[in-house]
């Protein structure tokens, strides 16, 4: 990518990168407690804003505010707590647009990329979607692992947790089972605890696994999977 990716947070966490950018990061996202940190915070903080009424916009406000939130993260991740909260402010500044009227302080919010509620996630719309599915179980050493699926929404998740790193010089990935039952790479975990939206059709999709492959991933699957999914049977 031709920025820092740590410099995404605020726009992940407002939803105004690119589907190539939101896959980078979230990817990165999964082993980062700095950025989880941040994206926790301009969430939470742009949930807040929700509670006030809408109104409508300048018309160019949509375009200052998403090009504001490319910048809302300067420094890299290396950086106190207590500069991180002093930086809150500006996603709700990014985030919304507060006016004063009358006699009273009255809030008015205008959210330009979705205007009457917070803009999920793509792992939240699957989490929420009436039609989500969750498949899961657990390790023998405790771990748990699952995925999630909507098909209305067009996307999947995977979950882990109680897993740990990888082992030395490989990483996690995850795969896709083809209706041909061929098998195909869905993204790398370095870190088996954590979230990550699967890349592919996961529609069309009849499985999802996990197996341990070496650094940088393989292009099939090179051991058994440690955990495996079919997708076909009712979660």
């Not at 989880?36 to 109104?55: K, N």
């Not at 809150?88 to 009358?102: E, N």
């Not at 939206?197 to 999977?225: F, M, N, Q």
């Amino acid at each position: 990518m031709s920025i820092d990716i740590h410099a995404l947070s605020g726009a992940y966490a407002l939803d105004a990168i690119t589907e190539f950018e939101r896959a980078e990061f979230e990817r990165h996202l999964n082993g980062c407690a700095h950025c989880q940190d941040e994206v926790r915070g301009f969430r939470a903080t742009a949930i807040c804003l929700t509670d006030a009424s809408s109104d409508q916009p300048p018309a160019d406000l949509r375009a200052k505010v998403l090009a504001d939130a490319r910048g809302v993260r300067p420094l890299p991740p290396l950086e106190s707590a207590a500069r991180r909260r002093r930086r809150l402010p500006a996603l709700a500044a990014a985030a919304a647009m507060i006016v004063a009227t009358g006699a009273g302080l009255t809030a008015t919010v205008w959210r330009p990329w979705q205007p009457d509620t917070v803009q999920l996630s793509l792992a939240d719309q699957v989490r929420t979607a009436a039609d989500a599915r969750t498949w899961s179980t657990q390790l023998p050493d405790g771990g748990t692992m699952s995925v999630t699926r909507s098909q209305s929404v067009g996307a999947a998740f995977w979950t882990s947790a109680g897993v740990g790193r990888a082992p030395e010089g490989h990483v996690y990935e995850l795969w896709l089972q083809k209706p041909d039952e061929s098998l195909v790479p869905a993204g790398l975990m370095s870190s088996g605890d954590g979230e990550l939206v699967l890349r592919g059709d996961t529609k069309r999709a009849i499985g999802a696994g996990l197996t341990v492959e070496p650094a940088g991933g393989s292009s099939a699957p090179t051991t058994k999977p440690v955990a495996f999914f079919d997708l076909r049977v009712s979660s």
